[in-house]
């Protein structure tokens, strides 16, 4: 197997993204329910999304919440999809 220069050969950028909600959610005990816990990973994926994205999360929240407003799709708020 040949590795690039410029990639890792672990994970530890993912490990280190995800150590800080680890930790929220052990601290704050989870959640009630089926649909708290499926709320919750994704308001963590998209802050960590709009965080590597340099992107405020504030504006990604407004953005996404008009969009389906307007009937939109989620695409719509803009969250561009990964290029690694």
Avoid: F
């Avoid at 530890?12 to 909600?21: D, Q, T, V």
């Avoid at 590597?52 to 407004?62: A, K, S, V």
């Amino acid at each position: 197997m040949s590795l690039s220069r410029h990639r890792d050969n672990d994970n530890n950028h993912a490990e280190r993204a995800l150590r800080g909600w680890v930790i929220y959610r052990k601290l704050s005990l989870g959640t009630q329910s089926k649909d708290g816990e499926r709320r919750i990973k994704r308001l963590l994926s998209v802050h960590t999304t709009c965080r590597l994205q340099r992107r405020p999360l504030h504006d990604y929240l407004i953005d996404a919440l008009a969009a389906h407003s307007r009937g939109g799709s989620r695409a719509a708020a803009g969250v561009k999809p990964s290029t690694d």
